[in-house]
């Protein structure tokens, strides 16, 4: 292998696949990443065999060929080069040759043929989605599942993702609480329905790898195991979870007629204040709204920690008074993640979940986000 390409575009390439580097792994060949020359530019690639980056760039190559390099030497390396506008790679009889203007590096490779064969698209894509929306469908979904050292049921670590009637729903929950995402795709076949059960700590690196480029729409293909998000110059892969997960769209209460609208970031800061003064193992706060009032108290209390009482002003007052709890984390989560100003919470008993969601004038990134959360028992 003999290539010239830009300095930038080596960053960007292997910046971009590190995201899939293996760690400590049985399988030494994973902390490699794998550069392939091309007849028109390099491919880098990456895998722990959960997820696979591959990331193409622009160079000229006077010699194809394929090394496998030490990734986290390499990752760290191409962020210090000289700023020189082209890098040189050359392949040698035990090493790899990087020069950088009147520096050179030689890094010892790896044996590319125990480096395994990557997944990658083979059929037609399912259909589009606007990069910015899959983006947000990320943000606001995959922070409510578990991690994997959570619990031992793999669906309750992962992110729903149901194709149908035109769109996508991203889901994630952790059985006390429920992020629902709704975004259109495009080219979505008539009548296609399909589900994808994708870890959500991958989505998060998906989400990582994407947010830089700076292309319109992301194309998602599915098959044998695994889901393919293409976006430009990258093909970002991930294993499927073989898990069923539960049934989201039965959880949603349909029959909450208390509604409390709140500004949002007034909310969301009166909780995290009372959230230092809540139990440590509950972090419980209360809401105490009354029926014609527009006045709501949150509150909070612990023997280790004191009391904290705060009353936030309603945009409208409520038909029903009530007093509920959630836990304070939880509420601070999904109001965080959202744009709006106005936020309404759809209540009906004090052991019967909420639903929060967007309210008012909405904000484009919060079109099609509910949040379903369990209230935590008041003694």
């Known amino acids: 292998?003999?290539?010239?390409?830009?300095?930038?575009?080596?960053?960007?390439?292997?910046?971009?696949?590190?995201?899939?580097?293996?760690?400590?792994?049985?399988?030494?060949?994973?902390?490699?990443?794998?550069?392939?020359?091309?007849?028109?530019?390099?491919?880098?690639?990456?895998?722990?065999?959960?997820?696979?980056?591959?990331?193409?760039?622009?160079?000229?190559?006077?010699?194809?060929?394929?090394?496998?390099?030490?990734?986290?030497?390499?990752?760290?390396?191409?962020?210090?080069?000289?700023?020189?506008?082209?890098?040189?790679?050359?392949?040698?009889?035990?090493?790899?040759?990087?020069?950088?203007?009147?520096?050179?590096?030689?890094?010892?490779?790896?044996?590319?043929?125990?480096?395994?064969?990557?997944?990658?698209p083979t059929t037609d894509p399912l259909g589009r989605i606007a990069l910015p929306q899959l983006l947000q469908a990320i943000h606001q979904t995959a922070f409510a599942a578990l991690k994997a050292?959570?619990?031992?049921?793999?669906?309750?670590?992962?992110?729903?993702?149901?194709?149908?009637?035109?769109?996508?729903?991203?889901?994630?929950?952790?059985?006390?609480?429920?992020?629902?995402?709704?975004?259109?795709?495009?080219?979505?076949?008539?009548?296609?329905?399909?589900?994808?059960?994708?870890?959500?700590?991958?989505?998060?690196?998906?989400?990582?790898?994407?947010?830089?480029?700076?292309?319109?729409?992301?194309?998602?293909?599915?098959?044998?195991?695994?889901?393919?998000?293409?976006?430009?110059?990258?093909?970002?892969?991930?294993?499927?979870?073989?898990?069923?997960?539960?049934?989201?769209?039965?959880?949603?209460?349909k029959d909450n007629p208390i509604g409390l609208f709140l500004p949002r970031e007034e909310f969301l800061e009166t909780l995290r204040r009372t959230e230092l003064f809540a139990a440590e193992e509950s972090g419980a706060v209360t809401l105490r709204a009354t029926a014609q009032s527009t006045a709501l108290e949150v509150s909070a209390a612990s023997r280790e920690r004191g009391k904290s009482q705060e009353v936030v002003e309603l945009v409208r007052p409520p038909a029903r008074g009530i007093e509920i709890a959630f836990k304070a984390e939880y509420l601070i989560d999904a109001l965080r993640r959202m744009e709006s100003e106005q936020v309404a919470l759809w209540l009906s008993a004090p052991e019967r979940a909420g639903l929060l969601e967007p309210a008012g004038n909405l904000a484009p990134e919060d079109e099609g986000f509910l949040y379903v959360c369990m209230p935590v028992r008041l003694l």
């Open 1 to 120: 292998m003999n290539v010239t390409l830009r300095r930038e575009d080596l960053e960007f390439g292997v910046r971009t696949v590190s995201h899939a580097l293996g760690g400590r792994t049985a399988m030494p060949i994973l902390s490699g990443i794998k550069i392939t020359a091309l007849g028109d530019g390099l491919e880098f690639a990456a895998t722990d065999l959960a997820k696979a980056i591959r990331c193409r760039v622009p160079a000229q190559v006077r010699a194809r060929g394929i090394t496998v390099l030490p990734g986290q030497v390499l990752s760290q390396l191409v962020g210090r080069l000289p700023a020189v506008p082209e890098v040189e790679l050359e392949s040698l009889d035990a090493q790899t040759r990087l020069r950088c203007g009147p520096s050179t590096f030689e890094l010892p490779v790896l044996a590319a043929d125990e480096y395994p064969q990557l997944p990658e």
């Open 149 to 253: 050292s959570e619990t031992t049921r793999l669906a309750l670590t992962g992110v729903d993702i149901v194709f149908k009637e035109g769109g996508a729903k991203f889901a994630a929950t952790n059985g006390y609480r429920l992020a629902i995402k709704r975004v259109p795709v495009l080219d979505l076949p008539d009548r296609y329905e399909g589900a994808f059960l994708v870890d959500a700590g991958i989505l998060g690196d998906l989400h990582r790898v994407l947010s830089g480029l700076p292309e319109d729409y992301v194309s998602v293909y599915a098959e044998a195991g695994q889901i393919h998000f293409q976006a430009g110059p990258v093909l970002f892969s991930a294993r499927l979870i073989q898990e069923q997960f539960p049934d989201f769209e039965r959880v949603i209460p």
